[in-house]
């Protein structure tokens, strides 16, 4: 009997729990905004080469060297706009994207899923920059898969 007593805890365990206490890897959480970017004089989407990626308010770089036709960057949950630095051939330029959040709780383990929209005063802050415009293709971010803002270069 306390040979078994190990598998009978186990399965007494799984047992027990409820749906709602696993969260599966790979389940539903916060989307990022996607971006793509398009050659402002020809007015084609294309890829484009950015020395780094750096969200205002952190201390981290997101990305050093990001290079492709799209980008998707994580939104704050607790603010109405996120700021990120974009440098391309050493310009640097400032994405400032307002949003409205709205939460939505999932279950006990897996917590809350941010969904966002964006707000028409997202905008670029510069001097001498080199991103021309600002444009909101969708504005609401259920998902990845759909190109929210397209910036212009």
């Known amino acids: 009997m306390i040979k078994h007593l190990p598998f009978l805890v186990l399965t007494l365990f799984f047992l027990s729990c409820e749906k709602d206490d696993i969260c599966i890897e790979g389940s539903e959480n916060t ?3 996607t ?19 750096k969200g205002i308010n952190n201390d981290s770089i997101l990305s050093e060297g990001f290079s492709g036709d799209y980008l998707k960057l994580p939104l704050k949950v607790n ?8 440098e391309h051939d050493k310009i640097k330029d400032t994405l400032k994207i307002f949003h ?3 939460h939505l709780y999932l279950n006990r383990s897996c917590g809350f899923k941010s969904n966002f929209v964006i ?8 001097e001498s920059g080199w991103i021309r415009e600002v444009s909101i293709e969708k504005d609401s971010i259920f998902n990845e898969e759909n190109t929210n803002i ?3 270069y």
């Open 35 to 53: 971006i793509g970017f398009v050659n402002y004089k020809s007015r084609i989407q294309t890829g484009i080469s950015l020395s780094y990626i």
């Open 119 to 126: 707000k028409s005063e997202t905008e670029i802050i510069k």
């Open 31 to 33: 989307n990022r905004v």
């Open 100 to 102: 409205q959040t709205n």
């Open 79 to 86: 603010s109405n706009q996120t700021r990120y630095i974009l």
């Open 150 to 152: 397209f910036i212009y």
